[in-house]
Structures are given as C-alpha cells and as structure tokens.
C-alpha cells in the first residue's frame, strides 16, 4: 500500500517556467511536509503544512485537506531548483509516510 | 551549529557481520528517526524516539535495534547484515513533537555483500 502518491514522477523543465508537482494522500493527517533532495543526496525541509497556503521566495505550498491533495509550485524556475521533490504526510501515532519523489531537471 | 550529524558516510559489509551507524544532533532536538531510501521507494521509517530513553519501531524495524541513552545520540545497529539492507540510511531530528520540520543528516551508504 502507497499513502502518498506524487505526480510527475519525473519533470523536465525550461528556465523561467512556471512549474507543478502534486501529492495525493489516502489517510487522515495531521501536516503535510515538502522536501528537497538535492543531487548529492541532502534532505532540506521545505514547507510544513495543515491548511491554506505557504510561500517562501518563488517555492508555494498548498494543500486541500478536504481532497487530501497537496501542490508544490515553483516560479520562474532556475537550474538549482533541480533536486527531487518529496512530500511527506504525518499521520497520528508517530508515523511519517514519504511519496517516491518527483525529479526535477531545470534546462538552462 | 553542526545539525545532524551522521557517521560513516560510506560502508560495505559482508553478510552477517554487524555494524552500527551514528547519529549526533546538537540542538537539543526530543525527535529523533532512522529511515532507509531505496531505489523506486519512498524514505522508509526504521525506528524512532521522542526522547532519552523511548524508542518505538516503525515501518520496516526487523533486524535493526536502537537505543536512546541522550538527547543527542540515536545509533541504529545492524545485528547481522543482510544483502536486503544495502540502502541509503537517514537520520533525522525535530524538536518537541514529531509533526515538526525535521533536520535530516548527510546519509550513510551502505552495502552489504
């Protein structure tokens, strides 16, 4: 069983443009967290949400919990937003399920 | 302010032989986790501890052992290394309640042969 699926898998992009990445989750959670792999493996937490809207420099978060489904928005995207993309969902009882990932490529 | 600290970053083992990863974090963090990361998988959760001396498994716990005697440290030990537990090991810290941004480590590779 998967929790958390995320969609695109993969995503190649030009510089500048406007980019999505989904996350969808079957279970009651408490939070919702983005992460950020870059290429030599280093986790960054990105955003932690439970509801509306988060935004940090070009990076927004958002999430429904109504339709258990978050999205990652990146504008203007740039070469070094290139990393995978994680969401992750923390359901009660001290559990973090992770999705597979969403590899992003920004060409130049 | 070093964060999370992992060591080895690199190791290879043979099977049967045990092996225990480390973990530092100096933030006065209560959360702390072990996850593994395998190929076409999500990061997996091994075993966690929200405190010195409380520790809990989690999804994928067998053949694995952690203990928590500080705040600090959290080392997860491999009883006797199986091919199956070749992966990228994470460690990972949060103050206070777990549902809080989590501070990640550098990874340890491992491979088992």
């Known amino acids: 069983k998967n929790e958390v699926e995320q969609s695109p898998q993969n995503l190649t992009a030009q510089e500048g443009e406007f980019i999505t990445i989904n996350c969808s989750y079957s279970?009651?959670?408490?939070?919702l967290h983005w992460l950020q792999q870059h290429p030599g493996g280093g986790i960054v937490s990105l955003f932690m949400?439970?509801?509306g809207k988060k935004k940090h420099g070009r990076l927004i978060a958002t999430i429904n919990i109504q339709e258990k489904h978050s999205s990652l928005h990146i504008t203007a995207s740039h070469p070094r937003d290139s990393a995978v993309y994680i969401c992750?969902?923390?359901?009660?009882?001290?559990?973090?399920?992770f999705g597979t990932g969403t590899s992003l490529t920004v060409i130049p | 302010n070093a964060g999370v600290t992992q060591t080895p970053k690199f190791q290879v083992l043979k099977t049967g032989q045990s092996m225990t990863l480390q973990c530092a974090q100096d933030?006065?963090?209560?959360?702390m986790s072990w996850y593994r990361q395998d190929p076409g998988m999500g990061l997996r959760l091994i075993h966690y501890?929200?405190?010195?001396?409380?520790?809990d498994q989690g999804e994928v716990p067998n053949g694995y052992n952690v203990s928590r005697s500080t705040t600090e440290d959290f080392p997860l030990r491999l009883l006797s290394a199986a091919p199956s537990q070749t992966s990228v090991y994470f460690c990972?810290?949060?103050?206070?309640?777990?549902?809080?941004?989590?501070?990640f480590g550098d990874g340890t590779r491992l491979s088992i042969l």
């Open positions: 990972a810290s949060s103050p206070g309640h777990p549902n809080q941004p989590q501070h």
């Open positions: 279970v009651g959670i408490s939070a």
């Open positions: 949400l439970s509801s």
């Open positions: 992750a969902v923390y359901i009660p009882g001290n559990q973090f399920y």
């Open positions: 933030m006065n963090h209560e959360y």
């Open positions: 501890s929200v405190g010195a001396g409380i520790t």
